[in-house]
């Protein structure tokens, strides 16, 4: 092929790439959805009878060594923003080991009544003896005798329904016990994405999903063909991504839309940093 002709023919590519970005994002913005949506609608946890909000609010924005940009609020700032979000209906707190955000979500349990509020966390642990130190303090540090629902974080591997078989028995123990309501993954690999649509003991799955495939498992229409496989199975899905990690802040619209346009998502989290934001997306989200 001779250069000018691949320059030609390269330049088409990009020109059509970038066009189909565009029409995709038109659409979506100009999609009218077949009901209205509300932050604090109750919805409920695929067949777990969890009952919730439908926005979770997120504690874990860049979460990594026990530190986030919420955590950053201090325990108080991050608290009384937890307990804005619970004045204006949100009733579901997600909180994680890694983000450092147990101390931060026990003081706002201390202002509510706790069968109101679904808390949800995660664990790294990857062997039984981890996990159920793990969730015993867990429990301490967040103040609470049981947590509504405990998934196991970041989860990667296509076998690890079977490499990691020793920490999902003790969560199905603690689950036996009443020390949780239910448990699941969130998933970092599209394999192990699929690992956990196969796994009957995946209950609830914390999903990667936004329009532009930002910080995602793979390419959308891929992660919806198995989030599809997720729902018909029963399974609760969370999404999370919804914003992309940011690849969306000037979007936020089109990503919220395209969330609840799916008719998959039982819920969705997106880490607020402040009061403002978080009443912003409690509108956009009455407005989608």
């Known amino acids: 092929m001779r250069r000018r002709e691949f320059l030609v023919r390269s330049a088409t590519a990009a020109g059509a790439v970038w066009l189909s970005s565009r029409t995709i994002f038109k659409a979506i913005a100009e999609q009218t959805l077949p009901q209205k949506f509300s932050a604090s609608d109750v919805v409920t946890l695929g067949?777990?009878?969890?009952?919730?909000?439908?926005?979770?609010?997120?504690?874990?924005?860049?979460?990594?060594?026990?530190?986030?940009?919420?955590?950053a609020l201090g325990v108080k700032g991050l608290s009384d923003l937890l307990l804005n979000g619970y004045d204006r209906g949100l009733r579901f707190f997600d909180a994680a080991d890694s983000y450092g955000s147990h101390p931060h979500v026990a003081e706002a349990l201390k202002h509510v009544k706790r069968d109101q509020v679904t808390v949800l966390t995660k664990s790294w642990a990857r062997d039984a003896a981890g996990m159920r130190a793990d969730l015993d303090r867990f429990r301490k540090e967040l103040g609470t005798d049981y947590l509504d629902v405990c998934l196991m974080h970041c989860v990667t591997e296509a076998d690890w329904t079977d490499r990691y078989r020793g920490a999902m028995d003790t969560l199905s123990e603690a689950k036996e016990k009443g020390v949780i309501r239910a448990h699941g993954c969130s998933c970092h690999s599209i394999e192990a994405?699929?690992?956990?649509?196969?796994?009957?003991w995946v209950e609830?799955?914390?999903?990667?999903?936004?329009?532009?495939?930002?910080?995602?498992?793979?390419?959308?229409?891929?992660?919806?063909?198995?989030?599809?496989?997720?729902?018909?199975?029963?399974?609760?899905?969370?999404?999370?991504?919804?914003?992309?990690?940011?690849?969306?802040?000037?979007?936020?619209?089109?990503?919220?839309?395209?969330?609840?346009?799916?008719?998959?998502?039982?819920?969705?989290?997106?880490?607020?940093?402040?009061?403002?934001?978080?009443?912003?997306?409690?509108?956009?989200?009455?407005?989608?």
């Open 47 to 71: 067949h777990t009878g969890i009952k919730t909000s439908r926005l979770a609010m997120g504690t874990g924005t860049v979460g990594v060594e026990h530190h986030s940009h919420q955590t």
């Open 204 to 288: 609830i799955d914390l999903a990667r999903i936004n329009p532009v495939g930002a910080a995602m498992d793979a390419d959308p229409a891929t992660v919806v063909s198995v989030l599809k496989e997720m729902k018909a199975s029963g399974k609760a899905i969370v999404g999370m991504k919804i914003l992309g990690q940011g690849a969306l802040r000037n979007r936020q619209d089109e990503g919220i839309k395209y969330a609840l346009s799916l008719g998959l998502l039982d819920a969705f989290t997106i880490g607020a940093e402040n009061k403002q934001e978080q009443e912003d997306l409690i509108r956009r989200i009455a407005v989608a």
């Open 193 to 200: 994405l699929r690992a956990a649509a196969k796994s009957p």
